[in-house]
Every structure is written in structure tokens, then in C-alpha cells.
């Protein structure tokens, strides 16, 4: 059962750790270039993504002038991916950081304030998680409109329940330890206990979460916007490039690769940067999930 | 048992009762006035209230919370604005669609996973049982939509094996029904294969660290043996705790790739009806998709209880 009975050879986990380091290192890197192309969107571009050039249209990638080439309507390509990651960024880690503070909030209170609170809390996480996200997304396209806040809104709305379960079993395992106890005969009110103590110790897991549900959002995000209930021009996304991409797949495909490839590395870069910092942050969690 | 299947059925009432206030709130609270939403920017007020007045959305929400939820009890979905044709009939053909879809892409996910997760835990020390684990992360990356994208454009485009898109009937053409069917499938199946992968390798990785099966190995077993006399009993309760987690991503899978080859769906449906401001006809559908996600989770459960006997006891 426990780990050092099944750990064989003293070598191997030197060796994981060591996988374990790249891990960290690769979802670093490509996080941290992700968030910097995001940044620099904002102060250089290029070209301006929106404007189109019609004789400059479908131009090869590596073409002069344009690194990525051109679309349908003659709009750099490059441009328009830098302008996409400022909002991956903006919706994925918006959506999760929403979710991840009301999440804390309801999963610590779940966790200590006793059981009609728990009871309350965990069945209207059960109820809310088996509503499809995307359901959700549709409802709220439907009702106040698309756009990028309503998607970070669909989205929080969507990671919350998940959130609020992971801190609430973290917070409780720290609710049996040997300190809480000593605190609570100090006489520490609830909340304090909660801020002072259990939430310095649940940290690791929040981090962690976060940068898991940063990924999901990013690839959510792409998908709605891909349907068209998404982010809107003059915004642009990743996965709305894709959809315009669509539309003209028979006669150039290169335009659908370096959307695609986009998502797919920053998101698993990002998974490996949750992964690789699971190790470090909450070793507990990573033994049961390796 | 019977205390156990009880309290789930309780559960799942309850939540398909907490489900449905809150679809029917956020529709009209955040939406604000339904028939102005209907009838958009320009309408004037009178032909709002004229809706209002005719669809009855002007009586107290509680009485028209009410009446839909009575209605759709019956089996009646409501009818749409526009076509005033009722939306249970349209909903009901759009099922032909959906529902192979969906069900195929997690049969084809539970083919990829289980073996491809089981020999990656067995063999977690060499280059494949690795390399498994880097597709299934990598596959966890790719969006549903750009795998049909990518599908399409060499079985379609450049191959010209399958059609990129459009749907013939089942009555009609039916080889030409499933033919449409075919990449969407793919498409859902490997990506939903790819994250169920990562769940079946770690489950069966902890049960093969289990003392029962140290024991089996004990008496002489393989490793093969062990696993498949006593420990993939044991791994079966994650993965279909998992499973009906991953239904609904599943229906969103579904939503997307009915988008990406042009699939007559459900999900189409609704997105279209999202479009066109369709209030009742979205709510009463999402609703329809909500109870059956619910239902599955129900299955879940009771599977759960059947499977491992602790579970109905000590609940």
C-alpha cells in the first residue's frame, strides 16, 4: 500500500526525478514563451491582424513580409496567432483564476464549517459538474450574447464544482493534522484557522489546479469560438482562425496547422507545467496519479 | 441494496429538480425579457407584449416554471417561435444522429484506453509502455475539432475515402449514413481515448501495487494473471467513476464535431436556435441533455454499487 514498500530499486527514483525536472523545465519554457508572445502582442505586431489585403492573399509561410504567410483575406498569420495567445490568456487563466477563488472559498468552507454546509456544497458541486460545460456556454451565448466575458464567465462557471471539490478533500486532510488541533485549543476562531493555517497548506494544490484548468480553458475557449459563440472579431482566437480556416481547408491547409499547433503546444505545455509542479507541490497527489 | 439505490434515485431527483431551476433562472434572469430577446433589438414594445401575451410569459415565473416542467414531463418540449412546428419532433430525428455519434466515439475511447492504459501500466519501465503515456498527453492537447479538421483533410480532401462532411439519412442510404459517421467518430474516439488512456494506465498502476496482488503474484500468478484475476475487478471502480465523469465532455465533444462535418445533430440544432434566439427551444433541449447526463451518472453509481460491495454498505 504504501509507497516505499512498492519502491523496487533504490536507482529508480533518481532517474524519475529526473524526468520529472524536464517535465517542469519543458512546461516552463513553453509557458513562459506562450505568456511573452501574449505580452509582446500588445506593444508589436507585424501587421494589423484585421485589416485585409486582398493581392497579398493565401501566401506560403516564409513568404517576404509575412513569417506564417497570409489567409483567405490576405491578414498575416503570425499576427493574427500572436493576437489569439493574448486571448488564450486571457480567457484561460481568467476563467480559471475565477474559479479557482470561488472555488477555495466554497471548497474551505466545506470542509470546516460542518456537515449541512458540506452536504450543501458537495451535492451542488455533483449537480453543477454533470452539466455539460458547453451546454452551459450555449445557454449563456444564448441569453446575454457571446463575447470574450462571457466565455470567461461560462468557463469559471464550468471549472468552479471541480475546484471546490479538489480544496475542499485537500483542506480536509489538513483539518485532521496535529496543529489544527493545537490551534483549536487556542481557542482560533474558524476562519482564522482557515486562513492562517489550512490555506498556506492547500496552496500547492490550488497552483497546481490552476494551471491544469488554465489548459482546459484554453482548449474550451478554442472550441466555442471555433462554433462562433465564442470570442469575436476584432478579438481573435485560435480556434476561430480555425473555423475561417475551415472554409477554405480544400484549397490551402497549411492554414489550419498553425492554429491547431498553437493550442496543442501551449496546452501541453501547460499540462506539463501542472504535471512537473504536482511533483514538487504536492507529492501526496502525484504518487496517487503517476 | 435497496437503501443504496434509494438514496441514489433521491440524488438524481434532486438534482435534475436543482438543474432545472437553474437553467430556467439563468434563461430568464440573465436573458432578461424572453420576447424581447425573441424578437431582438428593434422590436417595439407592443409586439413584445403581444409575445408575452401569447406564449403566457407574462404570468409569474414560478407558474411558468411550472408549466414547462409539467410539459415536459409529458414529452412535450414546447414549439418554436418561428416555425411554431414542436421542438419534441424535431428534437427526435436530430437523435438518429447524435446518438450513434456519441455512443460509438465512447465505445471506440473504451477500445483505445483500456488496452492501450493496461499495457502502459504493465509495461511503465520500458520505452512503450512511455511512449503510451506521451501520446495519450499529447492526444489530452489536441482540440476535438482540429483532429476532424486534420481527419477530414486527408481522408477527404487528398484521399477522397470518406465525405468531409454533410449526412445522407439512415433510411434513405444507410452505408452512406455510416460513412458520414466514420471520421466524426474517429475523432471522438481518439481524443476521448487519449484522456480515458491516462486514467485506466494510473488506476491499473495502483491496483498492481495493491497487496491482493502481491498476493496473487505470490501464489504463482503472472503479472498478467493477477491483473486479470483479481486487480482489473479493483480498477474497473475508477474508470467508471471516470466514464461518467467524462460524459460530459463527451456531449461537448459531440456538440463540436457535429459543427466540424457539417452533422445534422442535437447539438447543431441547438447552436442554430442559439443563433436564431430561440429561448425555449435551447432550454427545453439543454434540459433534455442535462437529464441525460444525469441518468448516465445515475448508471454510474448503481454500477459502482454492484461492482464493489463496500460502497452499498458503508453508504
Given amino acids: ?290 | 441494496m435497496p437503501v443504496y439505490i434509494a438514496r441514489k434515485l433521491a440524488f438524481f431527483l434532486l438534482a435534475v429538480f436543482a438543474a432545472s431551476v437553474l437553467i430556467f433562472l439563468l434563461i430568464r434572469g440573465a436573458g432578461g425579457n424572453v420576447a424581447a430577446v425573441i424578437l431582438g433589438k428593434d422590436a417595439t414594445a407592443e409586439a413584445i407584449n403581444a409575445l408575452s401575451r401569447q406564449y403566457g410569459l407574462d404570468r409569474p415565473l414560478p407558474v411558468q416554471y411550472f408549466d414547462w416542467i409539467g410539459n415536459l414531463f409529458r414529452g412535450d418540449l414546447g414549439r418554436s417561435f418561428r416555425t411554431n412546428e414542436p421542438v419534441t419532433d424535431l428534437v427526435v430525428s436530430r437523435l438518429s444522429i447524435s446518438i450513434p455519434l456519441c455512443l460509438s466515439g465512447l465505445v471506440l475511447g473504451l477500445l483505445i484506453a483500456i488496452p492501450a492504459g493496461t499495457y502502459s501500466a504493465l509495461n511503465s519501465d520500458k520505452p512503450v509502455g512511455a511512449l503510451i503515456a506521451l501520446l495519450s498527453q499529447v492526444g489530452i492537447a489536441v482540440p476535438v475539432f482540429w483532429a476532424g479538421i486534420l481527419l477530414s483533410l486527408l481522408f477527404g480532401v487528398r484521399l477522397g475515402w470518406l465525405p468531409t462532411g454533410g449526412w445522407t439519412n439512415w433510411d434513405s442510404n444507410f452505408w452512406g449514413a455510416v460513412r458520414s459517421l466514420v471520421l466524426p467518430v474517429i475523432s471522438l474516439g481518439l481524443i476521448l481515448g487519449a484522456s480515458l488512456t491516462r486514467y485506466v494506465r494510473s488506476a491499473v498502476l495502483d491496483v498492481m501495487n495493491q497487496d491482493y496482488v502481491r498476493t496473487a503474484r505470490a501464489t504463482g500468478m503472472t503479472r498478467m494473471q493477477a491483473l486479470l484475476r483479481v486487480g482489473l475487478r479493483n480498477a474497473a471502480l475508477p474508470i467508471a467513476t471516470v466514464v461518467g465523469l467524462q460524459i460530459a465532455e463527451l456531449i461537448g465533444g459531440t456538440v463540436i464535431i457535429e459543427t466540424v462535418f457539417s452533422l445534422p445533430g442535437l447539438s447543431r440544432m441547438i447552436l442554430a436556435n442559439v443563433a436564431a434566439r430561440e429561448v425555449i427551444v435551447v432550454q427545453s433541449t439543454v434540459m433534455l441533455i442535462i437529464v441525460f447526463v444525469m441518468l448516465v451518472n445515475l448508471i454510474v453509481d448503481l454500477l459502482y454499487g454492484v461492482l464493489d460491495p463496500r460502497v452499498r454498505l458503508t453508504r
Fill in chain 1, 1 to 290: 500500500m504504501s509507497a516505499a514498500a512498492t519502491t523496487p530499486v533504490p536507482a529508480r527514483p533518481k532517474k524519475r526525478r529526473g524526468r520529472r525536472n524536464l517535465t517542469l523545465t519543458i512546461g516552463l519554457v513553453v509557458t513562459i514563451a506562450f505568456i511573452a508572445m501574449a505580452a509582446v502582442s500588445f506593444f508589436y505586431l507585424p501587421h494589423n491582424p484585421n485589416v485585409p489585403r486582398i493581392p497579398d492573399r493565401l501566401l506560403p509561410a516564409g513568404s517576404p513580409r509575412y513569417l506564417l504567410g497570409t489567409d483567405a483575406l490576405g491578414r498575416d498569420i503570425f499576427s493574427q496567432l500572436m493576437v489569439g495567445a493574448r486571448t488564450s490568456l486571457m480567457v484561460g487563466a481568467g476563467g480559471a483564476l475565477i474559479a479557482l477563488v470561488i472555488g477555495t472559498i466554497a471548497g474551505l468552507s466545506a470542509a470546516a464549517f460542518g456537515r449541512i454546509a458540506d452536504e450543501t456544497i458537495s451535492r451542488s458541486a455533483d449537480i453543477m459538474l454533470s452539466i455539460p460545460g458547453m451546454v452551459t456556454a450555449l445557454v449563456l451565448a444564448a441569453t446575454i450574447g457571446s463575447g470574450t466575458l462571457t466565455t470567461i464567465l461560462a468557463l469559471s462557471a464550468f471549472f468552479t464544482p471541480s475546484f471546490t471539490r479538489v480544496i475542499r478533500s485537500a483542506a480536509l486532510s489538513v483539518l485532521q493534522e496535529d496543529f489544527i488541533t493545537a490551534a483549536r485549543l487556542y481557542a482560533r476562531p474558524t476562519w482564522f484557522i482557515l486562513l492562517r493555517h489550512v490555506l498556506p497548506n492547500v496552496a500547492g494544490v490550488m497552483i497546481v489546479q490552476f494551471t491544469l484548468y488554465f489548459a482546459a480553458g484554453i482548449l474550451t475557449e478554442a472550441g466555442l469560438s471555433y462554433l462562433g459563440v465564442g470570442v469575436t472579431r476584432p478579438s481573435i482566437s485560435w480556434g476561430m482562425m480555425l473555423n475561417e480556416a475551415q472554409q477554405q481547408v480544400g484549397i490551402s491547409s497549411p492554414l489550419a496547422m498553425w492554429p491547431g499547433l498553437s493550442i496543442v503546444i501551449v496546452v501541453l505545455g501547460l499540462n506539463l507545467l501542472g504535471d512537473g509542479l504536482r511533483d514538487v507541490l504536492d507529492p501526496k497527489l502525484a504518487r496517487r496519479t503517476s
